[in-house]
């Protein structure tokens, strides 16, 4: 049976703490996984004060953020609400500054217990030593459907993945209702009611709600309240049964340009997070013109998903 936790339930957990460098964070559980019951889902909000800074660090779980408020970044991507970040274990990702006026506030979603953030670079080597990581991250910004008809729902782009990752923005208008998307080929789902309410087993539960659905289970069905609701649900992937990391994907374009340049433009990746620098894309968003070859990209040019160097990248033969 699913799992529902209020806002309202959550909050009670809260606890605050002044950080090493001054600033403070929250954490607010919404489901605990205790080190005897490792294989239990983690869930909880996470609160950085103005100006908290959160160094580059990887996981031994999957994980998805939901950023809630406030703003920021992480890494080189700017954050605000509703935007999602999913991140495979073993990824580093980061450093995460909280917004120096409004702080950051995220729900942090996980399949299982993770022992906690493994800092870079004093864990560097505990990470180059796990055999057969698969290093991936993406971050995108949920767009809720137009809630035209009664229920609708969309996929968040680009999270999806061969294993049966997956993103959906789901609209209600008010009293409505529809079935969650499966969670059967997944390692278990989250729904995140963001806006409006849910009403289960006769009561109404309002935004910040939250739904953990077991992988074995069936659908979840949505109920909205009077306001309506806009949710998003969240797949994780099943374990990875290849030990192989999967090949860098060239896009069509890229490729076109590099066909058509006097020598073969070159791929790199980060060692550390597997993000791609493709030359002949370059990366316009961080003023890198398409063509810029990579002895060309700026000496202090770091990883925009784990602030990585140049000089741990490594090049990638398509
Ligand atoms: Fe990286």
């Known amino acids: 049976m699913a799992i529902v936790v209020s806002y309202d339930e959550a ?77 495979r274990k073993h990824t580093p990702y980061g450093p995460l500054n909280a ?28 990470l180059e030593s796990i055999p057969n990581r698969m290093p991936w991250q993406i971050s995108a910004d ?7 008809i009664a229920a609708s ?21 008010s009293n409505a209702s529809t079935l969650a998307p499966s969670a059967q080929n997944s390692d278990g789902q989250y729904i995140v009611v963001l806006e409006g309410s849910i009403v289960y087993g006769g009561k109404e539960f309002d935004s910040k709600t939250l739904v953990y659905v077991a992988p074995g289970e069936a659908p979840f069905e949505l109920v909205s309240g009077a306001k309506g609701m806009q949710a998003v649900a969240l797949n994780f ?7 192989a990391n999967p ?20 791929v790199w990746a980060c060692v550390l997070c597997s993000f791609v620098y493709d030359e002949a894309e370059g990366l316009p968003s961080e003023g890198i013109a ?20 140049k000089s741990d990248f490594e090049m990638v033969k398509i």
């Open 247 to 266: 090949p860098a994907q060239r896009s069509p374009a890229a490729q076109e340009a590099g066909d058509e340049a006097d020598r073969e433009f070159n």
């Open 290 to 309: 398409p063509g810029t070859r990579w002895e060309d990209v700026p000496e202090e040019w770091c990883c925009p998903d784990c602030s990585a160097k």
């Open 99 to 126: 917004d120096q006026d409004t702080g950051c506030w995220f729900f942090t979603l996980r399949p299982r217990r993770d022992p906690g953030a493994q800092y870079l670079s004093e864990n560097r080597e505990k």
């Open 142 to 148: 949920v767009r809720f459907p137009a809630d035209s």
């Open 11 to 87: 909050i009670l957990s809260r606890k605050q703490r002044i950080r090493d460098d001054g600033n403070w964070t929250a954490r607010v559980d919404y489901l605990v996984s205790p080190p005897d019951a490792p294989e239990r889902p983690q869930a909880f909000i996470s609160e950085q004060g103005p100006g908290r800074h959160l160094p580059t660090h990887f996981h031994y779980t999957d994980q998805f953020q939901v950023f809630i408020r406030g703003g920021g970044t992480n890494g080189h991507h700017p954050i605000s609400p509703y935007q999602v970040h999913f991140a």
């Open 153 to 173: 729902s969309a996929q968040i782009e680009g999270v999806d993945d061969e294993r049966g990752l997956a993103g959906t923005a789901i609209s209600l208008r």
């Open 237 to 243: 992937p099943r374990a990875a049964s290849c030990s």
